[in-house]
């Protein structure tokens, strides 16, 4: 079956950097773009960005301005996130989660169990 | 951007009863790419409709979608305890945004 597990949470203080991973099975994860999506406590959920199935092609929010990366390892079925100049508001839970197109549809059919990202002083 | 509303905030049904969740949106919504979730406390959100009306794999037939252009609806013909959880509706036509959710409270 799909899973899909985060790791790289923690608290860090504001404008400091953190790298999420998100490692992928049950599936060939060569074949599915990869979003991060997250989601401040007692908010709804606010896409982060997409990587295309082949890492080719990259989207983020509006509200990321710059300060995040995603990146894949197909060879290690992981998909990254890299945060930096990290802000009190970027505090969540960030998931990882599956498209389920070749080229992104930007809806998720399976989601991982989050990490938590604290940024606070 | 595209905002989407839904409504009521909170519903309080008994189990057996129809649960009927609004979602509108500020601007037509793009080949009806809409999509409802459910989420659990503690748990990530699970797909249980894309495209408005179809049912993402594993759902029971009692979840529907339907609707067009604004306006779509999430229906629960016959709530079960275990429905106890937030809907959250999703446009994906233009990049990707959520609702503010519904909270659904079994009595």
């Known amino acids: 079956q799909v899973q899909l597990v985060e790791s790289g949470g923690g608290v860090v203080q504001p404008g400091m950097s953190l790298r999420l991973s998100c490692v992928a099975s049950g599936f060939t994860f060569s074949d599915y773009g990869m979003h991060w999506v997250r989601q401040a406590p007692g908010k709804g959920p606010e896409w982060v960005a997409v990587?295309?199935?082949?890492?080719?092609?990259?989207s983020y929010g509006d509200f990321v301005k710059g300060r995040f990366t995603i990146s894949r390892d197909n060879s290690e079925n992981t998909v990254f996130l890299h945060m930096e100049s990290l802000r009190a508001e970027d505090t969540a839970f960030y998931y990882c989660?599956?498209?389920?197109?070749?080229?992104?549809?930007?809806?998720?059919?399976?989601w991982g169990q989050g990490t938590l990202v604290t940024v606070s002083s | 951007d595209i905002v989407l509303t839904q409504s009521p905030a909170i519903l309080s049904l008994s189990p057996g009863e129809r649960a009927t969740l609004s979602c509108g949106a500020s601007q037509s919504v793009s080949n009806n790419y809409l999509a409802w979730y459910q989420q659990k406390p503690g748990l990530a959100p699970r797909l249980l409709i894309y495209?408005?009306?179809t049912r993402a794999t594993g759902i029971p037939d009692r979840f529907s979608g339907s609707g067009s252009g604004t306006d779509f609806t999430l229906t629960i013909s016959r709530l079960e305890p275990e429905d106890c959880a937030m809907y959250y509706c999703?446009?994906?036509?233009?990049?990707?945004?959520f609702g503010p959710g519904t909270k659904i409270d079994i009595k």
């Open positions: 999703q446009q994906y036509g233009s990049s990707s945004f």
């Open positions: 495209g408005a009306s």
């Open positions: 989660a599956r498209d389920p197109s070749l080229s992104p549809s930007y809806h998720f059919d399976h």
């Open positions: 990587i295309w199935y082949d890492g080719s092609r990259r």
